[in-house]
């Protein structure tokens, strides 16, 4: 016969005790460790005892702004879209124009058409980069109106 059950551990983990008797009737186990419970920075989430855990867990970000940007048109240097912005999470991208792809670039110093990250040339298409970095884009022959949201 086997059990199985689950409980928090004291260092944030969720485990599952395992017995198995065996036909001596003695029942042989322990603890199997499942996963860890982490926060979106690594930190331990968990706390309390695995008699009365607690657990924390956010509810995605406190703010968020939203604008429209334009790219550039290649060759020219990449055009900011977002400036740098501390706390900062993220920031998702829509191409509102869609008739040409737009690339994103780390710098103004490259055009970014065949190095800078792609999104497509759809209206609608969408991206979300996770920096509070400056980012940069560029766009092969017209300029693409961008929706910027970001989260923070």
């Known amino acids: 016969m086997a059990a199985l059950s689950y409980?928090?551990?004291?260092r944030g983990y969720l485990g599952f005790n395992t017995y198995i008797t065996g036909p001596d009737g003695i029942s042989r186990g322990g603890v199997i460790p499942a996963f860890s419970?982490?926060?979106s920075n690594g930190v331990n989430a968990g706390a309390g005892t695995s008699a009365s855990p607690t657990v924390t867990q956010?509810?995605?970000?406190?703010?968020?702004?939203?604008?429209q940007a334009a790219s550039s048109i290649?060759?020219?240097?990449?055009?900011?879209?977002?400036a740098?912005?501390?706390g900062r999470q993220a920031v998702t991208f829509t191409n509102i124009t869609g008739t040409q792809p737009?690339?994103?670039t780390a710098n103004a110093a490259t055009?970014?058409?065949?190095?800078?990250f792609?999104?497509?040339?759809?209206?609608?298409?969408?991206?979300?980069?996770?920096?509070?970095?400056q980012i940069f884009a560029t766009s092969p022959t017209a300029a693409q109106t961008l929706g910027v949201l970001e989260t923070f």
């Open 7 to 10: 409980h928090f551990g004291t």
């Open 37 to 39: 419970l982490v926060d």
């Open 58 to 67: 956010s509810q995605g970000t406190g703010s968020f702004a939203t604008s």
């Open 74 to 82: 290649s060759p020219a240097a990449a055009l900011s879209v977002v």
């Open 84 to 86: 740098a912005r501390a």
């Open 102 to 104: 737009v690339y994103f």
């Open 111 to 116: 055009t970014g058409v065949t190095t800078g």
């Open 118 to 133: 792609f999104l497509a040339g759809t209206a609608g298409a969408s991206v979300t980069i996770a920096t509070s970095a």
